[in-house]
């Protein structure tokens, strides 16, 4: 048997750049430098800021799409246009994402978390449901790395319990379920555009987002919330009560960059080729890494299909199936044979961070929805651990691999080759 990298041994992935799709720099460069000249640099409503809005709407298939700066705050817009307020709870998953509540617990609402479904590691429509109270305002669901949570299971939920759902979709801007773009499915539909290609969202402009809706008034909510001065706004608010507002509506601006809109724009013409490279590079690594023992690849439910579009590929590690590895010393040695995988980590534990564990006074003077009883809520309780019994112990298991559009030839084999030769050592590693 060869020697493993680990113990001095040649590291068995000997290609340099794993990754060979790169990013049109050139292009970026034109389509920023084009607003630069016109002097462009500011406004929405109109413009590219606007027609990109429009693109985004008929590539999700939603009825209204709105430009932001962040997707951190395209979710708060969107927990103000359903009508989250102070005293309400909202239900997250605990492997989640503090950006994607922080809006609601900023207007004043409790988060409450929820278990993961262990298969896809999405959140669980059974463990939601347990925690539905008369506070609650909304579901927020994550799509992770492009994963579509069971939509099925929500809608219903949603119907039954009138409660709306806010999607946060940083990670699933080419996502489906059943055919249908996640941005076309009720309520609010929130996307980030943060980082750069090919490693940030899956549409990297730097810093932005967007949100889809089908509702005429919570696309209204939103606008009159945070798009202070957009062109043409008081004509676009034809609701009560928000048509009485001028064009400062509500005070706030989160409008987004039109620079990094031009660049979002060029990004979106090559997202549809982005999600099939990195599907069929998932679906031969899966199907190459099925016979190796201690990994099981996590895929997605069946009506949703894109993976891997943030964040890399999941794969859940099984210790009894490679002689008791444990999956640090596994990780380690994957890692020294140049195999690009990290872990174990399920993502952000939201019920293990100090704010949740002890509570926190966001407002002083004893007021806000993580403190004493306060605006119809009890007094928070802190989370303990072992309160999510399946997301902690898949904390300690579950490990990240790149995932790569258009993948270096041979890649696959390289990166399969290395796991099976640790995996074939481990009762030798056990034994070391
Ligand atoms: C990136 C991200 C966000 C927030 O987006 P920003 O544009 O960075 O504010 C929200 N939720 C998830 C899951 C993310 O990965």
Partial sequence: ?????????????????????????????????????????SGAGAGLP????????????????????HGSTALASAYYAVGV????????????????????????ARPVFAEVDPDTLLVDPTAVEGHI???TAAINLIHKQGRVCDMDAFLELRNRYDIPIVQDCAHAHGSEW????????????????????????????????????????????????????????????????YDRLDRQVLGRKWRAHPLALAIAAIELESLPDRVAGRLAYRDALFEALEPVAG???????????????????RVVYDQSALDGLSVERFVEAVRAEGVPMSGPSIGHLEHRRSITTEGYDLWGKGRGPLGDAWCGLPPFEGYEPGEFPITEEL?????????FIDPAPGAIEQI?????????????????
């Fill in 1 to 41: 048997m060869t020697e493993l990298a680990v113990n001095g041994g040649d590291p068995t992935v000997t290609i340099d750049q794993l990754e060979r799709w790169e990013r049109p720099v050139d292009r970026h460069i034109e389509a920023v430098t084009n607003l630069i000249d016109a002097g462009e640099l």
């Fill in 50 to 69: 606007q027609s990109i809005e429009e693109d985004f709407a008929e590539y999700t298939g939603a009825d209204y799409c709105l430009s932001i700066d």
């Fill in 85 to 108: 307020g102070p005293g309400d709870e909202i239900i997250t998953p605990a492997a989640g994402y503090l950006g994607a509540y922080a809006g609601a617990l900023h207007m004043g």
């Fill in 133 to 135: 109270t008369d506070r």
């Fill in 178 to 241: 059943r055919g249908e773009h996640v941005g076309s499915l009720p309520d609010i539909a929130c996307f980030s555009l943060q980082g750069v290609s090919p490693n940030g969202k899956p549409i990297a402009a730097g810093e932005g987002g967007f949100v889809t809706t089908n509702d005429r008034e919570y696309y209204e909510r939103q606008l009159s919330y945070c798009h202070l001065h957009r062109r043409g706004i008081t004509d676009e608010l034809t609701m009560s009560p």
């Fill in 295 to 313: 990994l099981r690849p996590v895929t997605p439910y069946e009506h949703s299909d894109t993976d891997g579009m943030y964040g890399g590929l």
């Fill in 395 to 403: 904390d300690d298991r579950v490990l990240r691999i790149d995932s």
């Fill in 416 to 432: 399969v080759g290395a796991i099976e030769q640790v995996a074939d050592a481990a009762a030798e590693m056990r034994r070391r």
